[in-house]
């Protein structure tokens, strides 16, 4: 990743999330796995975008130029992160997604620096991709340290995907809006609806045979 100078460009509106923020900087995580939109079918345009994106959130330098095996390479991490978010719902995290993030992870050195109120964070030393990525891993770090990290999740909805924060009392969100829980039982109800139908027409043929064949009985035995 080089610099050049450039009119920095408005941020695309989905990076700023309309869902409610995770707190602090988990807020990060959540907007970097949103940069695709599953429901809309959108994504980071190309390198010139997620350069934009990395810039918006103060992970990069303004003017930094990446290549398309650069975006390639974040959006491998990004989905990584996404399979780890999914792990909140207690499911297993496959090798190859904890060799994913721990290569992202490695890739920059990584410090921990002492911020406002004393709070301790974890920040690259690098000012380019590796750095900016190695960076979302520290901010992954914190938060399973500061137990906030388990509440980050990812919508169930059928075409959604969307990370989001529980902020749920109980911690049992599963929707990152109510529409997609919506959207899920409209669909459950139609399955359960269409199969009883089938059921129904299964025993009105299944009697239009019985009935057809007593009637031949009949004419059989009269
Ligand atoms: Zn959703």
Redesign the pocket.
């Known amino acids: 990743m080089s610099r050049r100078k450039s009119a920095r460009s408005d941020p695309d509106p989905r990076w700023t999330s309309k869902l409610a923020p995770a707190p602090g900087e988990l807020r990060l995580v959540q907007a970097f796995v949103n940069t695709a939109d599953l429901?809309q079918g959108t994504d980071l345009a190309g390198p010139e975008a997620l350069a934009r994106w990395l810039e918006h959130w103060s992970l990069a330098p303004a003017g930094a130029t990446l290549t398309a095996a650069d975006l390639q390479r974040a959006i491998e991490v990004r989905e990584a992160l996404r399979a780890l978010i999914i792990a909140n719902y207690g499911e297993a995290v496959s090798d190859a997604v904890v060799a994913r993030l721990d290569r992202a992870a490695k890739a920059a050195p990584i410090q921990v620096r002492f911020g406002g109120g004393g709070r301790v964070r974890f920040e690259a030393t690098a000012e380019d991709l590796d750095g900016a990525l190695a960076r979302l891993c520290g901010i992954v770090a914190a938060a399973q340290l500061d137990g906030s990290w388990e509440r980050l999740k990812v919508?169930s909805?059928t075409v959604?995907?969307?990370a989001?924060f529980d902020f749920s009392k109980n911690q049992s969100a599963k929707?990152?809006?109510v529409?997609?829980g919506n959207r899920i039982s409209a669909l459950a109800y139609r399955h359960r609806h269409l199969s009883e139908i089938r059921q129904i027409d299964v025993t009105r043929s299944f009697n239009r045979r019985n009935r057809q064949r007593r009637s031949a009985l009949k004419a059989h035995e009269s």
Request: glycine share 8%.
């Open positions: 429901a919508c909805g959604c995907r969307a989001f929707y990152c809006q529409q997609c």
